[in-house]
C-alpha cells in the first residue's frame, strides 16, 4: 500500500539511503524535515547552511519544512510543531528516519510521531552499518565527508567524497564505517534521486572542540 511520508532529513548519507528505499519502495515523499541553530541558520550537527538545504530540495524535488531552533531550551517543542505543521499541510501518515541501532534515537523519534498522530518508520533499522554504508556508495550517491570528531577520526578524511577507499581508511583508524558513533558526518549532493548536482565551494575549516567543520557555499 502506497504510503506519503515525511523524512526527517540531514542532508546526509543515511537519511538519503532512507528515502531512496522509501521511494524505491513506491512511497510518496511530500516534505523533507530539517532542524536548523536559529541563530546561524545552519542544521544542527551536520551545519549544512540553509541555502545549501534550499538547493538540495529544489533539486530533490521535495519541499523543505524547517524546524528552527535555539538549542535544547526549545528544540523538542519546535520539532513536534514543525511536524504537526507539515503533516496538516501534506496529509502524510509517516515520518521516516534514517537511524540504524541506537536506541535512545529510536525511543525519542517515536516518541515525537507518537505526539503527532502519525507513524514512525526506520527503514535502516539493525541491518549491518558498513552494508549500508557501501549501499549508499554503489547505488551513486555521492556523499561528502563534512564534519570530523578528530578525537574519534583524523582530519585526513574531511572534504573528501565516499568511496570505498575511504571507508577503509576510516575503518583502518578504528572508526565505526557508518560513522554512527559521531565520527563523521556528511553532505550528499548528487545521487539517484537528484535532478542536478549541488555544485559546492569550501570556503574554510572552522574549529569547534574537537570537531573540524566545513564551511561550505553554493557555487555561483
Known amino acids: 500500500m502506497k504510503k506519503q511520508f515525511l523524512v526527517s532529513y540531514s542532508c546526509g548519507k543515511d537519511s538519503t539511503l532512507a528515502l531512496y528505499r522509501m521511494i524505491q519502495a513506491g512511497h510518496e515523499p511530500k516534505g523533507l524535515l530539517i532542524t536548523i541553530n536559529e541563530e546561524n541558520q545552519r542544521s544542527w ?23 528552527s531552533s535555539k538549542g535544547s531550551e526549545n528544540y523538542l517543542d519546535t520539532y513536534e510543531t514543525a511536524m504537526k ?3 496538516q499541510e501534506t496529509g502524510a501518515t509517516v515520518c521516516v528516519f534514517g537511524d540504524i541501532d541506537i536506541e535512545d534515537h529510536l525511543k525519542w523519534c517515536t516518541a515525537r510521531t507518537d505526539s503527532v498522530g502519525v507513524e514512525a518508520h526506520f527503514p535502516l ?23 570530523v570528531d578528530t578525537k574519534r577520526l583524523s582530519e585526513k578524511v574531511l572534504g573528501k567524497t565516499l568511496t570505498r577507499d575511504i571507508v577503509e581508511q576510516i575503518k583502518a583508524e578504528g572508526a565505526d564505517a557508518c560513522g554512527e558513533n559521531g565520527e563523521y558526518h556528511t553532505l550528499v549532493y548528487d545521487g539517484p534521486l537528484f535532478k542536478e548536482p549541488i555544485k559546492l565551494i569550501i570556503k574554510d575549516v572552522v574549529e569547534y572542540e574537537s570537531y573540524r567543520i566545513l564551511d561550505m557555499d553554493l557555487e555561483k
Open 45 to 67: 550537527f551536520h551545519g549544512v547552511h540553509k541555502d545549501i538545504i534550499e538547493a538540495v530540495s529544489k533539486s530533490l524535488g521535495i519541499p523543505v519544512y524547517f524546524i
Open 85 to 87: 505543521k507539515a503533516v
Open 125 to 147: 533499522w539493525q541491518e549491518p552499518r558498513e552494508k549500508l554504508v557501501y549501499e549508499t556508495i554503489d547505488a551513486g550517491f555521492k556523499a561528502i565527508v563534512k564534519v
